[in-house]
Structures are given as C-alpha cells and as structure tokens.
C-alpha cells in the first residue's frame, strides 16, 4: 500500500537526482538509451570518475540500473514507465510559459487553454 511517506521518499529521491546539473544530464543522455561511463564521459566532457560517481547516486534513487556486460557496465532508466514520466515532466516543465501555446492538443487543464481576451 502506498502511503504518503512512500510518496515523500520517492519525491525526495526523484529530487535528488535531477537536483545536480550533471546527473540531469546524465538521465537525459539515458533517456535515449542505455550508456556506458566511458562513453557518457566523452560525450558530456567529463571525467570518467565524475560519471561514476553520479551513477552511483542516481542508482542509489532508485532511477537506474546497472547491468554488467563483461569487463564493461550498461545504465539504464530502471523502467520504460519512468522513461517515459522523465520526457514528460521534462516536456510539460518547458510547456509552462505563459506566451507558448499548451503541447497537448488534448488538454483538459482547467485553466491551461484558456484565451485571454
């Protein structure tokens, strides 16, 4: 049963990790699929130990997962729901602007697609 506390935890946890600019980086380079720490590395212009440690955090929320592949280590977004929930918030947080138009044409918002007169 979830309760608020489980709730809180997982805010709290969700908050730690794209708390630091690096780490939100990092998921948004997850985001579009699994990375190794040699390569997020080199395609973010940072050390492999930074990589490493903020992996380790961000496996410590609960937001990735590491699977070994031999010598080497895939991350991953834990799960395809929290994917998709990340590209979401990620979308509905740049669609909050009073001068842009609402992104879901669908909207049933009270209040979002509301035309000032």
Known sequence: MLTLTTRVGAMNRLGRAMADPTRSRILLEL?????????????????RTNVSNHLT??????IIVAEP????????????HLTA????????????DEHVP???PAC???????VEQ
């Open 31 to 47: 985001i579009s699929g699994p990375g190794y720490p040699a390569q997020l590395a080199r395609e973010l212009g940072l050390t």
């Open 57 to 62: 955090c961000l496996r410590g929320c609960g």
């Open 69 to 80: 592949e031999g010598r080497q280590t895939r991350y991953e977004i834990a799960d395809p």
């Open 85 to 96: 929930a990340l590209m979401a918030l990620v979308d509905v947080t740049l669609a909050v």
């Open 102 to 104: 609402c992104i879901d």
């Open 108 to 114: 049933t918002v009270p209040g979002c697609c509301e």
